[in-house]
């Protein structure tokens, strides 16, 4: 009974390694962190570092940008819909797919 618990053990002491979210480190003022968090999860070099290649770097600097676009027009009252991250954002699409499948195989299993 005990090793049942096992594996939620393992993933609780998994997430204390995890990076704050960079959505959350914008919204809460702090876009310096949440370019430091991009850049660690997305494998970019950092600026100023004398090996930087520029296509990751770009990849980070994009997202930041969307990120501070999205934060941008729910201030405004205009939220994204469901819809349009679908579209546009392709991460979050590849994460939604995979949760959903791992979602229905579970229930299958």
Not at 13 to 29: K, R
Not at 83 to 90: E, I
Request: charged fraction near 20%.
């Amino acid at each position: 009974l005990a090793a049942g618990a096992l594996p939620a053990l393992a993933q609780m002491v998994g997430f204390l390694s995890l990076p704050l979210s960079p959505t959350w480190l914008v919204v809460q003022d702090r876009p310096d962190d949440a370019k430091r968090v991009l850049y660690q999860i997305r494998g970019g070099v950092p600026p100023g570092d004398a090996s930087a290649t520029g296509r990751k770097n770009d990849v980070v600097e994009t997202e930041l940008q969307e990120i501070r676009d999205e934060h941008e027009l729910a201030k405004k009252g205009h939220g994204v819909t469901l819809w349009h991250m679908w579209r546009h954002m392709a991460g979050l699409r590849r994460a939604m797919i995979l949760g959903c499948g791992l979602w229905a195989a579970s229930q299958l299993a």
